[in-house]
């Protein structure tokens, strides 16, 4: 499926708004080390960990097929997207 640049840019967002929540859970949590987490724990923060990486797969993915059809470097559309998610003008 070919996208365009501003759903990467939205689907950039969603990933990262993804990860924040995870990184939330993390904090809230703690080290599952120092304290073991609950069942009911472990299971919200793996919910959110896969959610987050199947979303960063779909738009790493979708990079590469719009880098490709755009005759990009795949490194430089990631970091126009990425930096067009993260500090919108």
């Known amino acids: ?30 080290p599952p080390t120092a304290a073991p987490w609950g069942e009911q724990q472990s299971q919200t923060y793996g919910t959110a960990w896969r959610a987050w990486r199947d979303l960063a797969r779909d738009v790493q993915a979708a990079v590469t097929e719009y880098a490709k059809e755009q005759g990009q470097p795949r490194n430089e559309a990631e970091a126009v997207e990425k930096r067009s998610a993260r500090y919108p003008e």
Do not use: N, P, S, W
Request: glycine share 4%.
């Open 1 to 30: 499926m070919t996208h365009t640049f501003e759903e990467l840019v939205e689907m950039q967002r969603t990933v990262d708004e993804a990860h924040t929540q995870v990184e939330q859970l993390r904090d809230q949590y703690g």
